[in-house]
């Protein structure tokens, strides 16, 4: 399994991103089985602002409902007691600021989930000491 953070989204959704090529490569890795590929509804909450800021409406459109049609991925809820462990998470890495508040729920959940792959360009998922797995690891 893999857990999709907005960063692997809009590399996936963008061909001029420098990497498309890689995101793609690991969707198509983990994306032939349902429930294989994990994102949560503020992943995608991050992802479509971004995304119909950088690409036309209507590609945007369609990549977005692609995302929420999709049969392969699964869509986890950031749900009351989630938000709380992203929170105590929060309070935990007071030292590492610039992790978003969405990056800490997707660690929540993967912890919950015991997942360690992440498609991600961020290094706070790997420095944070929760056994997390950066792809494409650089």
Same mark, same amino acid.
């Given at each position: @399994?893999?857990?999709?953070?907005? !960063?692997? !989204?809009?590399?996936?959704?963008?061909?001029?991103?420098? #990497?498309?090529?890689?995101?793609?490569?690991?969707?198509?890795? #983990? *994306? /032939?089985?349902?429930?294989?590929? %994990?994102?949560? /509804?503020?992943?995608?909450?991050?992802?479509?602002?971004?995304?119909?800021?950088?690409?036309?409406?209507?590609?945007?459109?369609?990549?977005?409902?692609?995302?929420?049609?999709? =049969?392969?991925?699964?869509?986890?809820? %950031?749900?009351?007691?989630? #938000?709380?462990?992203?929170?105590?998470?929060?309070?935990?890495? #007071?030292?590492?600021?610039?992790?978003?508040?969405?990056?800490?729920?997707? @660690?929540?959940?993967?912890?919950?989930?015991?997942?360690?792959?992440?498609?991600?360009?961020?290094?706070?998922?790997?420095?944070? *000491?929760? *056994?997390?797995?950066?792809? =494409?690891?650089?």
């Amino acid at each position: @399994m893999v857990f999709v953070d907005t !960063w692997g !989204w809009l590399a996936l959704a963008d061909p001029e991103d420098h #990497f498309h090529g890689e995101a793609a490569e690991c969707y198509r890795a #983990f *994306g /032939n089985q349902a429930g294989r590929v %994990v994102t949560s /509804n503020f992943v995608l909450d991050e992802t479509f602002t971004l995304l119909f800021r950088r690409r036309p409406h209507q590609e945007a459109m369609r990549f977005s409902s692609g995302l929420l049609e999709s =049969p392969f991925i699964r869509v986890e809820t %950031v749900t009351d007691v989630r #938000f709380k462990k992203a929170y105590d998470l929060r309070k935990k890495f #007071f030292d590492k600021p610039r992790i978003s508040f969405t990056d800490l729920s997707s @660690m929540a959940i993967m912890s919950e989930l015991k997942m360690t792959d992440i498609l991600t360009g961020d290094d706070h998922f790997t420095q944070v *000491g929760l *056994g997390f797995r950066r792809i =494409p690891a650089r």
